[in-house]
Nanobody, 124 residues
Framework: QVHLVESGGGLVQAGGSLRVSCAAS????????MGWFRQAPGKEREFVAT????????YYADSVKGRFTISIDNAKNAVYPQMNSLKPEDTAVYYC?????????????????WGQGTQVTVSS
């Protein structure tokens, strides 16, 4: 079983930055894809970004393109989304997800493993 733990969420003012992280433990894989999703109150979960274990296949949702950057550290089995120029509409619970294949995975059902989520709140 793969266990994912997110950390680094919190409260930030609009225009600020936040770096969250997701660490994987338990059964890990040599090739895998990590994804980030978010869910705001009253809304469906939406795709944010994805990256493969080889550092490729990075892809971002249009709503965060140019503001968010995702990186991966295979030695630590961790992925780090850097969120800049944050807006109040970025407020949501952010979830980390993992799948044991390489690819550009943007749909929630494509992932088998999920973290518990971390709250990000952007004040105006």
């Amino acid at each position: 079983q793969v266990h994912l733990v997110e950390s680094g969420g919190g409260l930030v003012q609009a225009g600020g930055s936040l770096r969250v992280s997701c660490a994987a433990s338990g059964r890990t894989f040599s090739r895998y894809t990590m994804g980030w999703f978010r869910q705001a109150p009253g809304k469906e979960r939406e795709f944010v970004a994805t990256i493969s274990s080889n550092g490729g296949n990075t892809y971002y949702a249009d709503s965060v393109k140019g503001r968010f950057t995702i990186s991966i550290d295979n030695a630590k089995n961790a992925v780090y989304p850097q969120m800049n120029s944050l807006k109040p509409e970025d407020t949501a619970v952010y979830y980390c997800a993992a799948q044991k294949i390489l690819g550009v995975l943007t749909l929630s059902y494509e992932y088998d493993y999920w973290g518990q989520g971390t709250q990000v709140t952007v004040s105006s």
